[in-house]
Protein backbone atom coordinates (compact mmCIF):
# COMPACT_ATOMS: atom_id res chain seq x y z
CA UNK A 1 0.00 0.00 0.00
CA UNK A 2 2.94 2.39 0.59
CA UNK A 3 4.85 1.77 -2.04
CA UNK A 4 1.43 2.47 -4.25
CA UNK A 5 1.30 5.72 -2.84
CA UNK A 6 4.74 6.42 -3.44
CA UNK A 7 4.00 5.94 -7.34
CA UNK A 8 0.59 7.22 -7.28
CA UNK A 9 2.52 10.80 -5.83
CA UNK A 10 5.14 10.53 -8.41
CA UNK A 11 2.26 10.24 -11.02
CA UNK A 12 0.73 13.32 -9.97
CA UNK A 13 3.74 15.49 -9.54
CA UNK A 14 5.01 14.25 -12.94
CA UNK A 15 1.16 15.24 -14.46
CA UNK A 16 1.31 18.72 -12.87
CA UNK A 17 4.90 19.22 -14.22
CA UNK A 18 4.13 18.48 -17.82
CA UNK A 19 1.00 20.18 -17.98
CA UNK A 20 3.31 23.04 -16.79
CA UNK A 21 5.49 22.75 -19.59
CA UNK A 22 3.08 22.12 -22.20
CA UNK A 23 1.55 25.67 -21.23
CA UNK A 24 5.03 27.08 -22.01
CA UNK A 25 5.03 29.20 -25.10
CA UNK A 26 1.53 28.45 -25.94
CA UNK A 27 0.51 32.17 -27.00
CA UNK A 28 3.57 32.17 -29.47
CA UNK A 29 2.20 28.63 -31.24
CA UNK A 30 -1.18 30.22 -31.03
CA UNK A 31 -0.60 33.37 -33.42
CA UNK A 32 1.14 31.10 -35.52
CA UNK A 33 -1.44 28.75 -36.02
CA UNK A 34 -4.81 31.55 -36.38
CA UNK A 35 -2.51 34.11 -38.01
CA UNK A 36 -3.59 36.71 -35.90
CA UNK A 37 -2.31 38.93 -32.77
CA UNK A 38 -5.15 39.77 -30.38
CA UNK A 39 -3.97 43.20 -28.70
CA UNK A 40 -5.79 44.76 -25.45
CA UNK A 41 -5.56 48.26 -25.85
CA UNK A 42 -7.07 51.57 -24.32
CA UNK A 43 -9.48 52.65 -26.40
CA UNK A 44 -11.17 56.18 -24.37
CA UNK A 45 -10.06 59.60 -25.11
CA UNK A 46 -8.80 58.66 -28.77
CA UNK A 47 -5.14 58.98 -27.31
CA UNK A 48 -3.73 55.35 -27.49
CA UNK A 49 -6.13 53.56 -30.16
CA UNK A 50 -8.56 54.74 -32.19
CA UNK A 51 -10.21 54.68 -35.57
CA UNK A 52 -9.67 56.93 -38.61
CA UNK A 53 -11.59 56.28 -41.98
CA UNK A 54 -11.88 52.78 -40.57
CA UNK A 55 -8.35 52.01 -40.23
CA UNK A 56 -7.03 51.90 -36.18
CA UNK A 57 -4.74 54.09 -35.37
CA UNK A 58 -2.44 55.29 -32.05
CA UNK A 59 1.06 53.88 -30.22
CA UNK A 60 -1.09 50.37 -28.74
CA UNK A 61 -1.78 49.84 -32.62
CA UNK A 62 1.52 50.54 -33.91
CA UNK A 63 3.18 48.52 -30.97
CA UNK A 64 0.91 45.27 -31.83
CA UNK A 65 1.11 46.05 -35.97
CA UNK A 66 5.25 45.90 -35.06
CA UNK A 67 4.69 42.48 -33.25
CA UNK A 68 2.56 41.28 -35.95
CA UNK A 69 5.07 42.47 -38.88
CA UNK A 70 7.90 40.60 -36.93
CA UNK A 71 6.57 37.13 -35.91
CA UNK A 72 3.85 36.70 -39.59
CA UNK A 73 4.88 39.26 -42.19
CA UNK A 74 2.08 41.05 -42.26
CA UNK A 75 1.07 43.94 -40.30
CA UNK A 76 -2.58 44.11 -40.74
CA UNK A 77 -3.07 40.67 -39.25
CA UNK A 78 -4.11 42.28 -35.67
CA UNK A 79 -7.30 42.18 -33.75
CA UNK A 80 -7.79 44.85 -31.28
CA UNK A 81 -9.63 44.63 -28.07
CA UNK A 82 -10.34 47.07 -25.71
CA UNK A 83 -9.54 47.19 -21.88
CA UNK A 84 -9.68 49.04 -19.30
CA UNK A 85 -6.97 49.54 -16.19
CA UNK A 86 -9.44 47.36 -14.01
CA UNK A 87 -9.74 44.12 -16.53
CA UNK A 88 -6.34 44.08 -18.44
CA UNK A 89 -4.96 41.60 -16.81
CA UNK A 90 -7.14 39.03 -16.20
CA UNK A 91 -7.93 39.15 -20.26
CA UNK A 92 -4.14 38.68 -20.46
CA UNK A 93 -4.36 35.87 -17.68
CA UNK A 94 -7.48 34.05 -19.68
CA UNK A 95 -6.16 33.78 -22.34
CA UNK A 96 -9.02 36.40 -24.45
CA UNK A 97 -5.97 38.39 -25.77
CA UNK A 98 -2.28 37.56 -26.57
CA UNK A 99 -0.42 41.68 -25.81
CA UNK A 100 -1.59 44.14 -23.14
CA UNK A 101 -0.67 47.55 -23.83
CA UNK A 102 -3.46 50.25 -22.71
CA UNK A 103 -0.78 52.36 -21.30
CA UNK A 104 -0.51 50.19 -18.22
CA UNK A 105 2.49 51.52 -15.80
CA UNK A 106 5.28 49.14 -15.37
CA UNK A 107 5.57 48.40 -11.49
CA UNK A 108 6.81 46.11 -9.00
CA UNK A 109 3.06 46.13 -7.61
CA UNK A 110 2.25 45.45 -11.29
CA UNK A 111 4.63 42.39 -12.35
CA UNK A 112 4.18 40.99 -9.10
CA UNK A 113 0.56 41.10 -8.16
CA UNK A 114 -0.28 39.55 -11.64
CA UNK A 115 0.62 36.13 -13.89
CA UNK A 116 2.52 38.88 -16.26
CA UNK A 117 5.48 39.92 -17.85
CA UNK A 118 7.10 42.94 -18.95
CA UNK A 119 9.65 42.91 -21.56
CA UNK A 120 10.96 45.97 -22.20
CA UNK A 121 9.60 49.46 -22.21
CA UNK A 122 8.49 50.63 -25.06
CA UNK A 123 7.95 54.37 -24.35
CA UNK A 124 7.64 56.52 -21.22
CA UNK A 125 4.47 58.00 -20.17
CA UNK A 126 3.77 61.11 -17.85
CA UNK A 127 0.95 62.54 -15.73
CA UNK A 128 -0.01 66.08 -15.84
CA UNK A 129 -3.04 68.68 -15.98
CA UNK A 130 -5.39 70.20 -18.45
CA UNK A 131 -7.93 73.55 -16.92
CA UNK A 132 -9.27 76.75 -17.69
CA UNK A 133 -6.38 79.29 -18.80
CA UNK A 134 -5.24 81.53 -16.52
CA UNK A 135 -3.48 84.15 -18.26
CA UNK A 136 -2.25 84.88 -14.91
CA UNK A 137 -0.84 81.50 -13.29
CA UNK A 138 2.75 80.97 -13.81
CA UNK A 139 3.18 77.72 -11.23
CA UNK A 140 1.13 75.48 -9.70
CA UNK A 141 1.24 77.70 -6.39
CA UNK A 142 -1.35 79.68 -8.84
CA UNK A 143 -3.75 76.57 -8.63
CA UNK A 144 -3.66 76.56 -4.77
CA UNK A 145 -6.47 75.16 -3.18
CA UNK A 146 -7.56 74.00 -7.05
CA UNK A 147 -10.81 71.69 -7.36
CA UNK A 148 -9.39 68.65 -9.24
CA UNK A 149 -11.27 66.48 -11.30
CA UNK A 150 -9.95 62.99 -11.38
CA UNK A 151 -11.09 59.33 -12.72
CA UNK A 152 -10.72 57.18 -9.56
CA UNK A 153 -8.76 54.42 -10.07
CA UNK A 154 -5.91 53.72 -7.48
CA UNK A 155 -3.03 54.59 -10.04
CA UNK A 156 -4.32 58.19 -10.73
CA UNK A 157 -5.61 58.99 -7.57
CA UNK A 158 -2.60 57.90 -5.08
CA UNK A 159 -0.12 59.76 -7.89
CA UNK A 160 -2.51 62.96 -7.34
CA UNK A 161 -3.02 62.81 -3.74
CA UNK A 162 0.64 62.35 -3.08
CA UNK A 163 1.85 65.29 -5.78
CA UNK A 164 -1.29 67.21 -3.46
CA UNK A 165 0.77 66.53 -0.16
CA UNK A 166 4.26 66.84 -1.17
CA UNK A 167 3.59 70.66 -2.67
CA UNK A 168 1.10 71.63 -0.25
CA UNK A 169 -1.18 72.69 -2.73
CA UNK A 170 -4.52 72.00 -0.31
CA UNK A 171 -5.93 71.06 -3.62
CA UNK A 172 -9.50 69.05 -3.30
CA UNK A 173 -9.84 66.01 -4.79
CA UNK A 174 -12.95 64.95 -6.56
CA UNK A 175 -12.78 61.11 -7.55
CA UNK A 176 -14.81 60.13 -10.02
CA UNK A 177 -16.27 57.29 -11.91
CA UNK A 178 -15.04 58.29 -15.33
CA UNK A 179 -13.18 60.71 -17.15
CA UNK A 180 -15.90 61.13 -19.23
CA UNK A 181 -17.61 62.46 -15.87
CA UNK A 182 -14.62 64.89 -14.90
CA UNK A 183 -14.68 66.31 -18.26
CA UNK A 184 -18.12 66.98 -17.90
CA UNK A 185 -17.78 68.84 -14.52
CA UNK A 186 -14.62 70.57 -16.00
CA UNK A 187 -17.00 71.84 -18.76
CA UNK A 188 -19.52 72.85 -16.52
CA UNK A 189 -16.33 74.95 -14.23
CA UNK A 190 -17.01 73.03 -11.02
CA UNK A 191 -13.81 71.55 -10.95
CA UNK A 192 -10.75 73.47 -12.48
CA UNK A 193 -8.63 71.13 -13.38
CA UNK A 194 -8.24 67.37 -14.53
CA UNK A 195 -5.43 65.11 -13.79
CA UNK A 196 -5.12 62.47 -16.09
CA UNK A 197 -2.61 61.47 -18.93
CA UNK A 198 -0.99 62.93 -21.10
CA UNK A 199 -1.95 61.87 -24.55
CA UNK A 200 -5.32 61.50 -23.18
CA UNK A 201 -5.18 65.48 -22.21
CA UNK A 202 -3.55 66.22 -25.72
CA UNK A 203 -6.20 63.81 -27.64
CA UNK A 204 -9.16 64.96 -29.87
CA UNK A 205 -10.84 63.65 -26.89
CA UNK A 206 -10.13 67.75 -25.16
CA UNK A 207 -9.83 69.30 -28.36
CA UNK A 208 -13.72 69.93 -29.00
CA UNK A 209 -15.01 71.78 -26.20
CA UNK A 210 -17.43 74.15 -25.89
CA UNK A 211 -17.13 77.69 -27.35
CA UNK A 212 -16.98 79.33 -23.95
CA UNK A 213 -14.31 76.97 -22.33
CA UNK A 214 -10.67 77.96 -22.79
CA UNK A 215 -8.39 75.02 -21.92
CA UNK A 216 -5.16 74.45 -21.75
CA UNK A 217 -2.67 71.73 -20.57
CA UNK A 218 -0.29 72.97 -17.78
CA UNK A 219 3.15 72.03 -18.39
CA UNK A 220 3.86 70.38 -15.23
CA UNK A 221 4.57 67.04 -15.37
CA UNK A 222 3.70 65.36 -12.38
CA UNK A 223 5.59 62.43 -13.02
CA UNK A 224 6.78 60.15 -15.99
CA UNK A 225 6.53 56.23 -16.16
CA UNK A 226 7.71 53.36 -18.18
CA UNK A 227 5.02 52.12 -20.81
CA UNK A 228 5.46 48.72 -22.97
CA UNK A 229 3.36 45.12 -23.68
CA UNK A 230 2.38 43.13 -20.69
CA UNK A 231 2.25 39.12 -21.75
CA UNK A 232 1.77 35.99 -19.82
CA UNK A 233 4.16 34.79 -17.54
CA UNK A 234 4.42 31.24 -19.15
CA UNK A 235 5.47 32.58 -22.84
CA UNK A 236 9.36 32.75 -22.41
CA UNK A 237 9.26 32.80 -26.15
CA UNK A 238 7.31 35.61 -26.74
CA UNK A 239 9.49 37.43 -23.63
CA UNK A 240 12.79 37.14 -25.49
CA UNK A 241 11.57 37.48 -28.62
CA UNK A 242 9.61 41.22 -27.67
CA UNK A 243 12.26 42.16 -25.94
CA UNK A 244 14.86 42.04 -28.21
CA UNK A 245 11.97 43.03 -31.38
CA UNK A 246 11.87 46.53 -29.15
CA UNK A 247 15.88 47.11 -28.72
CA UNK A 248 15.85 46.14 -32.63
CA UNK A 249 14.09 49.35 -33.83
CA UNK A 250 15.91 51.67 -30.61
CA UNK A 251 19.26 49.92 -31.98
CA UNK A 252 18.23 50.99 -35.74
CA UNK A 253 17.12 54.35 -34.88
CA UNK A 254 20.56 54.87 -33.38
CA UNK A 255 22.14 53.48 -36.82
CA UNK A 256 20.35 55.41 -38.91
CA UNK A 257 18.68 53.07 -40.59
CA UNK A 258 14.83 53.63 -41.43
CA UNK A 259 12.25 51.96 -43.26
CA UNK A 260 13.47 54.12 -46.28
CA UNK A 261 16.59 53.55 -46.45
CA UNK A 262 17.10 50.14 -44.77
CA UNK A 263 18.11 48.48 -48.50
CA UNK A 264 21.29 50.21 -48.45
CA UNK A 265 22.33 48.48 -45.49
CA UNK A 266 21.74 44.42 -46.88
CA UNK A 267 25.27 44.21 -47.81
CA UNK A 268 27.16 46.11 -44.98
CA UNK A 269 29.82 45.25 -42.96
CA UNK A 270 29.39 46.17 -39.82
CA UNK A 271 28.66 43.32 -37.82
CA UNK A 272 26.12 45.05 -35.30
CA UNK A 273 24.36 45.75 -38.25
CA UNK A 274 24.38 42.19 -39.93
CA UNK A 275 23.19 40.50 -36.75
CA UNK A 276 20.34 43.36 -36.14
CA UNK A 277 18.38 42.91 -39.84
CA UNK A 278 18.85 39.52 -39.04
CA UNK A 279 21.39 37.59 -40.97
CA UNK A 280 21.88 35.68 -37.34
CA UNK A 281 20.11 32.46 -38.38
CA UNK A 282 20.73 30.96 -35.33
CA UNK A 283 19.29 33.45 -32.68
CA UNK A 284 16.39 33.62 -34.61
CA UNK A 285 15.61 30.17 -34.47
CA UNK A 286 15.86 29.98 -30.99
CA UNK A 287 13.60 32.52 -31.08
CA UNK A 288 11.40 30.49 -33.02
CA UNK A 289 11.20 33.19 -36.34
CA UNK A 290 12.88 33.61 -39.69
CA UNK A 291 15.84 34.45 -39.92
CA UNK A 292 14.56 37.71 -41.64
CA UNK A 293 11.83 39.21 -38.66
CA UNK A 294 13.82 42.11 -38.03
CA UNK A 295 14.46 43.12 -41.11
CA UNK A 296 10.58 43.07 -41.75
CA UNK A 297 9.58 44.79 -38.89
CA UNK A 298 12.06 47.71 -39.50
CA UNK A 299 10.92 47.71 -43.36
CA UNK A 300 7.50 47.66 -43.02
CA UNK A 301 7.36 49.50 -39.24
CA UNK A 302 10.18 51.38 -39.11
CA UNK A 303 12.71 52.52 -36.37
CA UNK A 304 11.73 53.68 -33.50
CA UNK A 305 11.29 57.41 -33.91
CA UNK A 306 9.26 56.10 -37.01
CA UNK A 307 7.02 54.42 -34.61
CA UNK A 308 7.01 56.73 -32.20
CA UNK A 309 6.18 60.03 -34.69
CA UNK A 310 2.81 57.53 -36.33
CA UNK A 311 1.72 56.52 -32.50
CA UNK A 312 2.30 59.74 -30.43
CA UNK A 313 4.30 62.37 -32.55
CA UNK A 314 4.03 64.92 -35.35
CA UNK A 315 1.80 61.78 -37.47
CA UNK A 316 -0.31 61.15 -35.02
CA UNK A 317 -3.17 63.55 -33.98
CA UNK A 318 -1.49 63.93 -30.53
CA UNK A 319 1.45 65.67 -31.93
CA UNK A 320 3.57 64.85 -28.50
CA UNK A 321 7.14 65.92 -28.34
CA UNK A 322 9.82 63.30 -27.34
CA UNK A 323 11.40 64.74 -24.45
CA UNK A 324 11.90 61.55 -21.83
CA UNK A 325 11.39 59.38 -25.34
CA UNK A 326 14.63 60.51 -27.33
CA UNK A 327 17.55 58.08 -27.32
CA UNK A 328 19.69 58.68 -24.35
CA UNK A 329 22.23 60.18 -26.27
CA UNK A 330 20.17 62.50 -27.24
CA UNK A 331 19.41 63.20 -24.08
CA UNK A 332 16.18 60.91 -23.71
CA UNK A 333 15.14 58.04 -21.89
CA UNK A 334 15.48 55.48 -23.99
CA UNK A 335 18.30 53.05 -23.85
CA UNK A 336 19.83 51.19 -26.85
CA UNK A 337 21.30 47.90 -26.79
CA UNK A 338 24.09 46.35 -28.21
CA UNK A 339 24.13 43.48 -31.02
CA UNK A 340 27.24 42.26 -30.70
CA UNK A 341 27.27 38.50 -30.40
Partial sequence: MYNLLIRL????????????SAQAGTTLSRIKQTGVIRCGARTTADAYAYRTENEWQGIDV??????????????????????????GFQLLENGQI?????????????ELSSNAS????????????????????TSMKDYQGAKVCVEGTPFLTQE?????????????????????????LLYLKRCDLIFARLETLHSEYFKKSPPDVDLVVLPEIVRTYPVGPYIRDDDK?????????????????????????IEDFQNTEDPEIQNLLGQDKQSADKLGVDNGWIYRAIAEQGNYGEIY???????????????????????????VQDFQK
Wanted: some cysteine.
Fill in 98 to 110: DILNAATPWTMDK
Fill in 309 to 335: QKGLGNKSVLKLNRTANKLAKDGGLIQ
Fill in 160 to 184: LEAYNKRHGLEMRIMKLPSLSRAKE
Fill in 237 to 261: ELFKLLRWLIYAVIKAEEKGISSQN
Fill in 118 to 137: FPSVFYYSALAFIGHYKPEA
Fill in 62 to 87: EICRLIASAILGRSQSIQIIPVNQEN
Fill in 9 to 20: SFFILFSVCFCF
